[in-house]
């Protein structure tokens, strides 16, 4: 199983700014996955992100709202820019992994407050 | 399309009681079914998995059986304890394909 690091954990931010959130794998990947959880709901996927390719947007997220970056492939960003407390969220990276190559593999997520 | 609809919560046991956390499928073909965990303050972690029709995924106790003449894939556990108190979430997925869909989740909460 690969080992996800997350930075920073937790964050308040006030509205309007962006926060840039940084996901690193202790492995060489091909896709990592963004999602968001709000509060009490299940995962949303916001995108797939591949090495040297742009991120695949699922529907409702758009890359103004959501950059991502995939310099190489133990590393991605997720900004959340023009915020707002909609966004105040836990947003998780996560990567394929397993046998079959069917099972994620989380980070442990960013806290995001957003007044 | 594909979805996952498992039962809502929260559900609250006492310690030692029998758990059953019911969970439905719409796919095609033939998905991975998965059962993740989430502790309080912490991320998703795989609890276990069935790649076929009548496979039974184990782990801490907790077992699943892939049914596929009823769509299900409902988590069961003899004798809860405690430190299960969590956010149980059932899911699909495709080894041909990245996308796992995630259901709604389940708080589950072990009164001593």
């Known amino acids: 199983s690969a080992v996800i690091s997350q930075k920073p954990s937790r964050d308040i931010c006030q509205r309007g700014t962006s926060l840039t959130i940084q996901c690193q794998v202790d492995s060489q990947v091909t896709m990592m996955f963004w999602y968001r959880q709000q509060p009490g709901q299940s995962l949303t996927l916001i995108a797939t992100?591949?090495?040297?390719?742009?991120?695949?947007?699922e529907s409702g997220f758009v890359i103004d709202k959501f950059p991502i970056s995939r310099p190489n492939l133990t590393f991605s960003t997720l900004t959340v820019s023009n915020m707002s407390p909609e966004d105040s969220s836990i947003y998780l990276c996560?990567?394929?992994?397993?046998?079959?190559?069917?099972?994620?593999?989380f980070g442990p997520g960013t806290r995001l407050t957003v007044l | 399309g594909n979805s996952v609809t498992q039962m809502e919560g929260p559900v609250t046991l006492s310690e030692e009681a029998f758990l059953t956390i019911n969970c439905t499928y719409t796919a095609t073909g033939y998905p991975s079914l998965f059962w993740y965990v989430q502790y309080p303050g912490e991320g998703l972690q795989l609890l276990l998995k069935a790649t076929k029709a009548d496979d039974k995924g184990s782990n801490k106790g907790f077992e699943a059986t892939y049914r596929k003449e009823t769509t299900s894939f409902h988590l069961e556990k003899g004798s809860v304890q405690v430190s299960d108190s969590a956010v149980y979430f059932c899911?699909?997925?495709?080894?041909?394909?990245?996308?796992?869909?995630f259901g709604s989740g389940t708080r589950l909460s072990i009164r001593p």
């Open positions: 992100a591949n090495q040297g390719s742009e991120a695949t947007y």
């Open positions: 899911a699909l997925g495709y080894s041909s394909a990245s996308k796992i869909i």
């Open positions: 996560s990567v394929l992994g397993g046998l079959a190559g069917d099972e994620q593999f």
